[in-house]
């Protein structure tokens, strides 16, 4: 699976953005799918998880309430929805395909190359 993530970009603080994922293969819908973040200096962070048929959505504590994961198996893309964004948001963005339900970086097998959000304040 090759994994291409965009929509990133800068935002001022309160705005939204929507991260998107694009995915090869014919076999997308069999994949855990996860957006993680990782910011200058910090280790990659889980964010969002959400299976393969679309069930199974898990937010990390700091977005709940404010991003939200979809994913559209016709077209095999994940798209995370990012609100009410906030400076701490600022991080590079990935998207990753799993067969865990792991909220860690190595409960994934596969990585996009991340896409880059600048929240101001």
């Known amino acids: 699976v090759q994994l291409q993530a965009f929509g990133g970009g800068l935002v001022q603080a309160g705005g939204s953005l929507r991260l998107s994922c694009a995915a090869s293969?014919?076999?997308?819908?069999?994949?855990?799918m996860g957006w993680f973040r990782q910011a200058r200096g910090k280790e990659r962070q889980f964010v969002a998880r959400i299976g393969g048929s679309g069930s199974g959505t898990y937010l990390e504590d700091s977005v709940k309430g404010r991003f939200i994961i979809s994913r559209d198996n016709s077209k095999n893309t994940v798209h995370l929805e990012m609100n009410s964004l906030k400076p701490e948001d600022t991080a590079v963005y990935y998207c990753a395909a799993g067969r865990s339900w792991s909220l860690q970086p190595n409960g994934f097998d596969y990585w996009g190359q991340g896409t880059e959000v600048t929240v101001s304040s």
């Open positions: 293969g014919r076999t997308f819908g069999s994949y855990i």
